[in-house]
């Protein structure tokens, strides 16, 4: 994993297992939820450094997800924007330039919730 910025590098983990998704490197089966850690703050004010989210590879994709996708062999975590039908990764920071992905190929699952260890910082998405 890299250490800033919510870049997940799936070549620094190894998965042996056919059934798992080797992309993410997470060790579930491809269709099941997994736990991401929010490295930096390109997503906050909704989404600070060290918060947890759950992803979930089956989930709906529209404009407006919060999304995991592939951008250039790396994962990153942004809010998707669908427009004219070409699909953008988007930083909720505006310091950051909107790139664009493949489509829907290139998600990887949907946020579906925020943890937290206070009822209030949690929240669902789906």
Do not use: N, W
Not at 24 to 40: I, K, Y
Not at 59 to 80: D, I, K, N, P, T
């Amino acid at each position: 994993m890299s250490d800033a910025y919510g870049i997940f590098d799936p070549k620094r983990i190894r998965v042996e297992t056919p059934d798992v998704d080797p992309g993410m490197g997470s060790g579930c089966a491809t269709s099941e939820p997994f736990a991401l850690r929010v490295l930096g703050d390109s997503m906050s004010p909704e989404f600070e450094h060290g918060v947890i989210i759950i992803v979930d590879p089956a989930g709906h994709v529209e404009s407006g997800s919060y999304v995991v996708a592939q951008h250039e062999e790396e994962y990153l975590f942004r809010q998707l924007l669908i427009e004219e039908g070409r699909y953008y990764l988007v930083a909720l920071k505006d310091d950051h330039r909107k790139l664009e992905i493949s489509g829907v190929d290139a998600i990887a699952g949907v946020v579906s919730q925020r943890a937290g260890t206070r009822r209030s910082q949690r929240k669902h998405y789906v």
